[in-house]
């Protein structure tokens, strides 16, 4: 099929080459010229493993291209919008405007028949104010939503093998063609049985916004657990393994630490409130308040334990971070809770050094009164407190009485619970982490 991908950033970007190994022709779409530069050539404008060998080699096969130019989606049978839903300033709701400047913009191209698909995340109600637009334009197209769930170092993997689809479809004959149409599409992945839920507009719309609220607040609940873990003696690892072991709880997000960033889960559940507000269904989402400030309260916890183990203060210490990202295998600093952390403790008097494998670039463009190092070792040289902020696999693995020779102080906060607290006790290090004595 020929397939046009508007929006070309994190989720456009892996979507087009994705769709391409897939083996259809893909044209992506996006106004920033840097960015289709890069593309056009092969290269990722981000950090996503696996993502520059896709572009390769789906760009060799001729089945991919990039451009400025809308008019080049003109003739594509499919058009996915993937374009960001980012917080608006000073507001919780989501900013809308590039999801209206795609539609805008693809309009004009549309033909009978069409399908434009939205995997953006935003508003329930978004995709039928939309769908009334196209009626305007093009009756005989139709509007379908099909929501995307990938996960920040996993995105091809998630995208080409994903653990369901779904699909939001209008009524009647229009949703029965579009869904043939997503089904053919989609061909290769379905058919290795992965689960099909078709469902209206407005459900297709909620389910990415609910899975992240639920993530959130497993994440937020297990941080609430740490600070009574704190206050009584008891280890929140060990209370996570144990009620883990429960199928109807389950292990996984049940780390405690600094809590969740980047660019989806914090801004999405507060546009899910904000968009419950407008609905008259506040008192619904009313939980959410209270996740959002358990993680962010996780943050300052994390700076005052830093003061306790430095004695009471930290001014004029040297503190060596480790990690800017938000989450490791990515480069996205967006709400990241280790920088986060980072300049908390530079505005309260400390040296701060920072070190990231993938994200110095974006970090040092975010917060440029950071220092920066290359390396965890060159991070931690003199260091008088060592913080790991983001769990990168490099940094789990160093060798305690390695990095103890580089320090002036062996004292280490493990801000996500990731490290062995006996390895680097007996290396002669303090260890310290949220939620563990």
């Known amino acids: 099929m020929r397939i046009s991908v508007i929006g070309c950033g994190y989720l456009g970007a892996v979507h087009a ?15 920033d010229e840097k960015k289709v530069a890069l593309l056009t050539a092969a290269t990722a404008p981000f950090f996503e493993p696996g993502l520059p060998e896709l572009l390769a080699e789906t760009a060799a096969t001729g089945r991919l291209a990039f451009s400025t130019d809308m008019a080049a989606a003109r003739g594509a049978t499919v058009h996915f919008i993937c374009v960001g839903t980012p917080q608006k300033r000073g507001e919780n709701a989501a900013d809308l405007r590039f999801v209206d400047a795609a539609l805008d913009a693809l309009l004009p191209h549309l033909q009978p028949g069409d399908v434009v698909v939205g995997k953006s ?3 329930v109600g978004t995709a ?8 305007e334009v ?5 509007l379908v939503w099909n929501p995307e769930f990938l996960r920040e170092g996993f995105a091809v993997q998630d995208t080409l093998h994903p653990d369901r689809f779904v699909y939001g479809l209008p009524e009647g004959p229009d949703g029965q063609r579009a869904r043939a149409v997503l089904d053919e599409v989609y061909a290769i992945p379905l058919a290795e049985g992965i689960p099909q839920v078709v469902t209206d507009l407005a459900t297709a719309q909620l389910v990415k916004v609910a899975a992240n609220s639920f993530l959130a607040t497993k994440i ?10 704190e206050a009584t003696g008891a280890d929140v690892t060990e209370l996570a393994d144990a009620i883990g072991h429960d199928a109807r709880i389950g292990r996984r997000f049940l780390n405690a630490g600094l809590g969740f960033g980047g660019g989806c889960l914090p801004k999405d559940i507060r546009a899910f409130m904000a968009r419950a507000g407008e609905l008259g269904a506040d008192q619904a989402l009313s939980f959410l308040r209270e996740v959002d ?6 943050r300052v916890r994390m700076v005052d334990l830093a003061r306790e183990v430095c004695g009471g203060s930290i001014v004029g210490r040297r503190i060596a971070v480790l990690g ?10 967006r709400d990241s809770p280790a920088l986060s952390v980072a300049a908390q403790m530079r505005l309260q008097g400390a040296h701060v050094v920072v070190t990231d494998p993938e994200a110095m670039e974006n970090a040092e463009r975010a917060w440029p009164d950071l220092r920066f190092a290359e390396s965890a070792e060159a991070a931690a040289a003199g260091a008088e407190l060592v913080v790991l902020a983001t769990e990168w696999t490099q940094y789990r693995e160093l060798e305690p009485a390695h990095l ?8 280490i906060l493990d801000g996500r619970n990731a490290l062995d607290p006996a390895a680097w006790r007996a290396a002669g290090w303090t260890y310290r982490a949220l939620g563990r004595q």
């Open 128 to 135: 039928e104010d939309l769908a009334a637009r196209i009626a």
């Open 293 to 298: 400030s358990i993680n962010l309260r996780r």
């Open 324 to 333: 800017a990202a938000f989450k490791p295998n990515s480069d996205d600093v």
């Open 17 to 31: 080459a994705c769709m391409a190994q897939l083996g259809h022709d893909v044209v992506g779409v996006d106004v």
């Open 220 to 229: 937020s609940f297990i941080n609430a657990m740490a600070e009574l873990c």
């Open 121 to 123: 995340t935003v508003p």
């Open 138 to 142: 093009e009756p005989a197209a139709t």
């Open 404 to 411: 103890g020779t580089l320090v002036a102080e062996r004292r």
